[in-house]
Nanobody, 128 residues
Framework: QLQLVESGGGLVQPGGSLRLSCAAS????????IGWFRQAPGKEREGVSC???????RYADSVKGRFTISRDMAKNTVYLQMNSLKPEDTAVYFC??????????????????????WGQGTQVTVSS
């Protein structure tokens, strides 16, 4: 059974850092792309970053230079390191997995509809 479990959210002051984790079970990251998405109250879920099954990464313009996605294949876990956090980063953060286009190992996209497996989300609040 495919499962994703996020952790690491919390309350942080502006300018602070958090590291989110997405632990995958029931499948291997070598065949799946992982995306991070976020949803703020009253807003649509938006893509933040993704990592392909080959390890290539992409970022939304709003987080480029501040967030870093990475993975530990031995732990089957994907991380999102978030630095220089801003109040507008406040949202519930979700990780998601897709096996779509897995033959293209260096390609990933934060297109919500291609992701079929989702975690339960973790709250990130940036406030003083």
């Amino acid at each position: 059974q495919l499962q994703l479990v996020e952790s690491g959210g919390g309350l942080v002051q502006p300018g602070g850092s958090l590291r989110l984790s997405c632990a995958a079970s029931g499948f291997t990251l070598d065949y799946y792309k992982i995306g991070w998405f976020r949803q703020a109250p009253g807003k649509e879920r938006e893509g933040v970053s993704c990592i392909s099954n080959g390890g290539s990464t992409r970022y939304a313009d709003s987080v480029k230079g501040r967030f870093t996605i990475s993975r530990d294949m031995a732990k089957n876990t994907v991380y999102l390191q978030m630095n220089s956090l801003k109040p507008e980063d406040t949202a519930v953060y979700f990780c998601a997995a897709t096996s779509a286009m897995r033959e293209f190992r260096n390609l990933c996209a934060t297109i919500r509809t291609i992701y079929g497996q989702w975690g339960q989300g973790t709250q990130v609040t940036v406030s003083s």
